[in-house]
């Protein structure tokens, strides 16, 4: 049997037996290797797993995920709702409207979107509950407009595709992920509100009963919150410090943050947060290690030269090609995380990439929209375990609304494919290079 073959369907098989991504992917590569190449050069497995790690930029990866779980234990997601809250008052579908604001908001400072969905789902879930909306429903807005965090800089994802895709700047790539980013959020909030209202949900005695936030004092206690994006993007902008050193920043502000303005966590509650930081960044890098192996053993063996030359050869027409290699990432993004879907097909995509002339940045942005859209649709949907957890339902409850927030972002995305400046205006304005 071809070498390509038996690789392909090794991992594969794996999957569906229920290995773990990290060890099918160095699993599968161990097995091309020795069926196309020799048994002696297995003897690279332990320098393609350091070489897989050993690049700088990676760093930003455990330090944005320290900082996400510390403004999510001090307290910072409370405080942006009331903010939140106190800027658009008790109105029909208002809670529903902050849900997705303080959600794009925190994206803005973990760049994960199953923590983003944790830390809001805790505060937003019990006050929806009240104002009637459905469990479900609330859960499922939570979970798709957490999801955006894959998009509003910083974002771990982009992170990694900046590194497996050759001569892409980072900053161009955090740059156009914000303006879609918005806009997923957008297309997530028009079909909450108009549900909203055609449901009655949070309206009549309840809206004019409700009791009116103070904007000056929520403002003054969400301050340090709406600051941290700020400092980070202008950061970056500025010059004053590169991706790497802005996660750096990040964590150091976050504690800060949590030690002695908000002062919800202590020092014990910080060591234990970064013992909790290493064990999440753990399982990525671990991944990242071992498909070092899978992709050293494809590029030896040919494999992803020949598998995009297959996606190639489906069609003439670019655009087609684009619509399918969509639909293919999508698909993906139900079973596998963000990590792993870069990692296993960008390989494949890069030549097809290039061949069809796409512009690396704005086909990532597609790309992140893509597996933000799989953060939310069973049959994994991470963000969306995470709150039918909080709310204690279960995941089947969810479907129908998960179907409607997919068509809404994925009518956002279509945007985006369309028109590609949506993407690419921010970066060329700022001097980056696209």
């Known amino acids: 049997m071809n070498p390509d073959l038996w690789m392909i369907l090794a991992f594969a098989g794996l999957l569906i037996a229920g290995v773990p991504v990290a060890f099918s992917l160095a699993l599968a590569g161990a097995v091309g290797i020795v069926a196309g190449l020799s048994p002696a050069m297995l003897a690279t497995l332990g320098t393609n797993t350091y070489n897989s790690i050993a690049k700088y930029p990676l760093i930003a990866i455990p330090l944005f995920i320290t900082t996400g779980l510390i403004f999510e234990r001090a307290g910072v997601a409370l405080r942006l709702v009331r903010f939140a809250q106190a800027l658009i008052g008790p109105r029909h579908g208002g809670l529903a409207l902050v849900a997705v604001l303080v959600c794009m908001i925190m994206g803005g400072m973990s760049g994960s979107g199953p923590a983003d969905a944790a830390a809001v789902a805790m505060v937003m879930l019990p006050s929806m509950t009240k104002a009637g909306y459905p469990k479900p429903f609330s859960a499922t807005l939570i979970a798709a407009s957490a999801s955006t965090a894959i998009l509003i800089p910083p974002s771990v994802a982009l992170i990694l595709y900046s590194i497996v895709v050759p001569g892409v700047d980072l ?76 996660a750096v920043v990040a964590v150091a502000y976050g504690a800060l943050v949590g030690l002695f303005l908000t002062r919800e966590i202590g020092l014990r509650d910080l060591w234990g947060l970064l013992g909790e930081a290493a064990v999440i960044s753990g399982v990525v890098m671990l991944i990242i290690a071992l498909a070092g192996i899978f992709a050293w053993a494809g590029t030896m063996l040919g494999t992803f030269r020949h598998l995009a030359e297959w996606v190639i050869g489906l069609s003439d027409n670019g655009g087609v090609l684009l619509v399918l290699v969509m639909l ?46 799989g953060q939310f649709t069973p049959p994994v949907a991470v963000n969306l375990m995470v709150t039918t957890e909080i709310a204690r339902i279960r995941l089947e409850q969810t479907l129908g609304w998960a179907l409607l927030f997919v068509l809404a972002m994925a009518s956002a995305l279509a945007l985006v494919a369309l028109f590609p400046e949506i993407a690419l205006w921010l970066p060329r304005v700022l001097g980056y290079n696209v």
């Open 328 to 373: 293919a990432v999508l698909l993906a993004g139900m079973v596998l995380d963000a990590i792993s879907i870069y990692l296993i097909m960008m390989p494949i995509l890069i030549p097809v990439m290039q061949h069809f002339g796409w512009n690396p940045v704005w086909f990532g942005i597609l790309l992140a929209m893509n597996i933000a859209i």
């Open 171 to 246: 900053r161009a790539l955090f740059a156009a992920g914000l303006f879609p980013g918005v806009l997923a959020g957008l297309a997530l909030l028009v079909p909450a509100l108009l549900v909203s209202r055609r449901y009655g949900w949070e309206g009549g005695a309840q809206v004019e009963g409700a009791e009116r936030l103070e904007v000056g004092e929520t403002f003054k206690q969400a301050l340090p919150a709406l600051f941290a994006p700020v400092l980070i993007l202008g950061g970056l902008r500025s010059g004053l410090f590169t991706p790497t050193e802005a």
